[in-house]
């Protein structure tokens, strides 16, 4: 349940209960008043008989009974009197049930009050033996007061109804700062530290504002110097890895090259007087090959030639051919549907390795049959790696090395990394990024 809501249910509880409070002390009260204007009743007919009794004997019955009912007509009191002359009557049977076809308020509403019925308020007897009953009748009160009681608790409770609704749009006026505080924490969780919060009225909320725009200023920063240092550190890796190719093929290479010749030298001049010679250099022509594709190999692994020489279309299908001869339980197909000479040199770098890294890492972990490489795009170029191979949970496995450093790549030509994966249903890398002058104007932006 939302803030906003709460505090609306809070408040109009508190107002309600105050209208049950209001209303239960005015049914006390008014069931108080009419016990008391019954008694008043009762003692105001008790005179009037008294003033009358010795009058009796003048009086016919009815004319009695008329003098009297005028007399108590004029209290303003409870709305009338019902008086009737009656043999053997006593208390018990005096009192008469109220009416309920008379009666606008319901049942439970009388029963608050106290009321079971017309209250006897005199027996008299006359001198004939008859006994002259009064009664007082209460229906037109109970109706009076229920009248002003449900007026009063409907007028109370629209009152509580509008109160609430301009409370509930108060608060979320209030409360919708709150808002851009949770879309600012959002950006952050994203990696977007440049958005900003503005001033906020409330004091309170606007110091936690500030702060996350404090902490969005720290994280932004520390992101940019993350970033910058990652970018040396990656141009100085494809520096040491070029050095390294050029030192292996002008030192190495050229070694085991003067090694071959040495050794077909040597097994040519002792073919027949010294075969046993002759066998053990042809051997070791036999090793020099061998170490020399590996230290080929190894020099296309660190710097390929075809990268500088020809371009990253002809580079990476090479990259796939190697792949498919020195892996025959999994095939890689490899579709190129976007034009990647007009990338930029930290690109095409960026790139090789993106695609070099997820292939090492499909060796490595994925167990699959097929991986395919598709890169498409025009002004956002997307790098689609897909493999069939058991996959893994995002949530329960901790994310290593190459996937790591496939990221930082992607950050380093100014993208995104995506992973998708589930157990048994392979792995999906999407690498988006923005193509040739775009990514230059970024570039120079973040430098």
């Not at 008294?50 to 007399?71: G, H, K, M, T, Y």
Request: hydrophobic share 40%; charged share 25%.
């Amino acid at each position: 349940m939302s803030l906003r809501l709460r505090l609306t249910l809070v408040l109009s509880f508190l107002f309600l209960l105050s209208i049950a409070v209001v209303t239960g002390r005015s049914l006390i009260g008014a069931r108080q008043e009419i016990r008391e204007e019954i008694e008043f009743s009762r003692q105001i007919s008790n005179e009037f008989l008294q003033l009358l009794a010795p009058q009796e004997s003048d009086f016919e019955e009815e004319q009695f009974i008329n003098v009297l009912r005028s007399q108590l007509s004029h209290l303003e009191t409870l709305d009338r009197f019902d008086i009737e002359v009656s043999q053997g009557a006593n208390p018990g049977t005096a009192i008469q049930p109220i009416d309920p076809s008379r009666l606008d308020a319901p049942s439970w509403f009388v029963d608050v009050l106290g009321i079971d019925g017309s209250q006897l308020i005199r027996l008299y007897e006359l001198g004939n033996g008859k006994t002259l009953i009064v009664r007082v009748d209460p229906v037109g009160e109970i109706n009076e007061i229920w009248e002003e009681t449900s007026h009063t608790v409907t007028t109370r409770l629209g009152s509580v109804l509008t109160i609430a609704m301009i409370l509930y749009l108060l608060v979320g006026h209030w409360l919708r700062p709150i808002g851009n505080i949770i879309t600012a924490l959002d950006q952050l969780g994203k990696g977007d530290f440049g958005r900003r919060i503005p001033v906020i009225p409330i004091s309170e909320v606007n110091e936690i504002a500030q702060k996350i725009n404090h902490l969005a200023t720290i994280l932004g920063a520390s992101k940019s110097d993350n970033e910058r240092l990652t970018r040396q550190a990656m141009s100085i890796q494809e520096q040491e890895r070029r050095f390294l190719a050029q030192e292996l093929h002008d030192s190495l290479g050229q070694a085991v090259s003067a090694i071959k010749a040495m050794a077909v030298s040597i097994a040519n001049r002792t073919r027949e007087t010294l075969p046993a010679i002759s066998e053990s250099a042809i051997n070791i022509e036999k090793i020099s090959d061998d170490a020399y594709k590996a230290v080929r190999n190894l020099m296309a692994w660190l710097r390929p030639a075809v990268l500088d020489e020809l371009g990253l279309t002809l580079a990476l299908q090479q990259m796939v051919d190697d792949w498919n001869l020195h892996h025959e339980d999994t095939f890689c197909s490899l579709r190129l549907d976007a034009d990647l000479s007009e990338l930029k040199e930290q690109q095409q770098i960026q790139v090789y390795r993106i695609v070099q890294e997820a292939l090492t890492n499909v060796a490595k972990h994925a167990e699959a049959g097929r991986v395919s490489v598709v890169v498409s795009g025009q002004e956002i170029i997307t790098i689609l790696i897909t493999d069939d191979g058991k996959g893994f949970d995002g949530s329960r496995v901790k994310i290593g090395i190459g996937l790591s450093n496939i990221r930082d790549r992607a950050n380093l030509l100014h993208g995104s990394l995506n992973v998708s994966s589930k157990r048994g249903k392979g792995t999906t890398l999407q690498i988006e990024f923005p193509h040739g002058q775009k990514f230059r104007r970024q570039n120079e932006e973040r430098e």
